[in-house]
């Protein structure tokens, strides 16, 4: 069975932490994706990756960075957390860039 | 700005209603994809529609892409509580940046 797996459901962080989020997928896809999910406006594409060391920004890469060291493995990073950056944060893989693209439970972010 | 319009946003119906659930845009996509995501949990993959023009059914779900690969949508016949959930369309425009629409959220009553 296909497995996208995020290191955390639920997360509290302060103001100003370093924050990470990791993910790992165990179907040996090339591309590999960071979103998140706000009410009313979906999901919105952070980062994503079509190959170790290859990273590419999405419609909203402000305040994060991502590293893909290994190809199972995409993490991403909140250099200095915000109030604003509390939400849901989905990642996801992929084959190739027309097909299915496989989600993990997503964690979801508070920062106070 | 969203690239895919959903509309609606919100969906109430009955048990044996039908519905439709639409997804614009003014960008053509190589193909579009339609997930269900339930509380919880990750989006999971119903359909990809690649070529204009083209329907696929899934049960008594009916997918349809637009002729001009700019639009889509999706159509439950005589839906059942089991299909209550957040309907996401998705898109991949020519910068294969996998896009998503904000969502339509479907509550089927009993």
């Known amino acids: 069975d296909v497995k996208v797996t995020q290191s955390s459901r639920y997360l509290v962080k302060r103001t100003g932490e370093k924050v990470f989020l990791e993910c790992v997928q165990d179907?040996?896809?090339?591309?590999m994706f960071w979103y998140r999910q706000d009410p009313g406006l979906g999901l919105r594409l952070i980062y994503f990756?079509?190959?170790?060391?290859?990273?590419e920004k999405g419609d909203i890469p402000e305040g994060y960075s991502v590293s893909r060291e290994k190809k199972e493995r995409f993490s991403l990073i909140l250099e200095s957390a915000s109030t604003n950056q509390t939400s849901m944060y989905l990642c996801?893989?992929?084959?190739?860039?027309?097909?299915?693209?496989?989600f993990g439970q997503g964690t979801r972010l508070t920062v106070v | 700005t969203q690239l895919l319009e959903q509309s609606p946003q919100f969906l109430s119906i009955q048990e044996g209603e039908n519905l439709t659930v639409y997804c614009n845009s003014s960008?053509?996509?190589?193909?579009l994809q339609w997930y269900r995501q339930e509380p919880g949990e990750g989006p999971v993959l119903l359909v990809t529609?690649?070529?204009?023009?083209e329907v696929k059914k899934l049960k008594r779900l009916t997918f349809q892409f637009g002729d001009a690969r700019k639009d889509s949508s999706l159509h439950i016949t005589a839906a059942q509580p089991g299909d209550t959930g957040l309907y996401l369309c998705?898109?991949?425009?020519?910068?294969?940046?996998?896009?998503f629409g904000a969502g339509t959220t479907v509550t089927v009553r009993a």
């Open positions: 529609v690649v070529t204009g023009g």
């Open positions: 960008s053509v996509f190589s193909s």
């Open positions: 179907m040996d896809h090339e591309n």
């Open positions: 996801a893989s992929s084959s190739a860039p027309n097909t299915e693209a496989f």
């Open positions: 990756s079509y190959d170790v060391k290859m990273k």
């Open positions: 998705a898109g991949l425009p020519q910068d294969y940046k996998l896009s």
